[in-house]
């Protein structure tokens, strides 16, 4: 019979150092929370004066990156609707990378409230995940 160690629950908070925004020009911090804009957010409305700052506010194309041995990743969010925007309708999804490589797609809710997502299928040994 094979036994695996039982190891311990890390939260790791927003702020944590070891987490990476990368593809990230600004962050907005608030308490309990950050979140990641593709440019200067201080500066949006003169980089985009006759709207389009929810676009900008959609973080496509910025990674969370961490390391970690776990097999599972446990993440909490704020499930903001995606703004009204002309075109079609935008869908919330997330790719989880380990090492570069894919190994999971998830629908993030988007009811305005707290929400949370899980992914079983990280490699239970030291990774890079990106999501």
């Known amino acids: 019979m094979q036994t695996h160690p039982v190891r311990a629950r890390l939260d790791i908070r927003h702020d944590d150092p070891r987490l990476r925004y990368r593809g990230t020009v600004s962050l907005q911090r608030g308490p309990g929370w950050?979140?990641?804009w593709r440019l200067p957010r201080e500066?949006?409305?003169l980089h985009l004066?006759?709207?389009g700052l929810g676009r900008a506010a959609m973080p496509s194309g910025v990674r969370v990156t961490l390391r970690t041995d776990s097999a599972s990743l446990l993440c909490r969010y704020q499930a903001d609707p995606a703004p009204r925007l002309n075109g079609p309708e935008e869908r919330a999804r997330?790719?989880?990378l380990c090492?570069?490589?894919p190994a999971a797609t998830?629908?993030?809710e988007?009811?305005?409230g707290d929400a949370e997502f899980r992914c079983d299928s990280l490699p239970g040994r030291m990774a890079t995940v990106e999501l």
Request: hydrophobic share 35%.
């Open 34 to 36: 950050t979140a990641p």
């Open 49 to 51: 004066p006759g709207g």
């Open 43 to 45: 500066e949006a409305a």
């Open 110 to 112: 988007t009811h305005g």
């Open 99 to 101: 090492d570069g490589r």
């Open 106 to 108: 998830v629908e993030l």
């Open 94 to 96: 997330l790719d989880v």
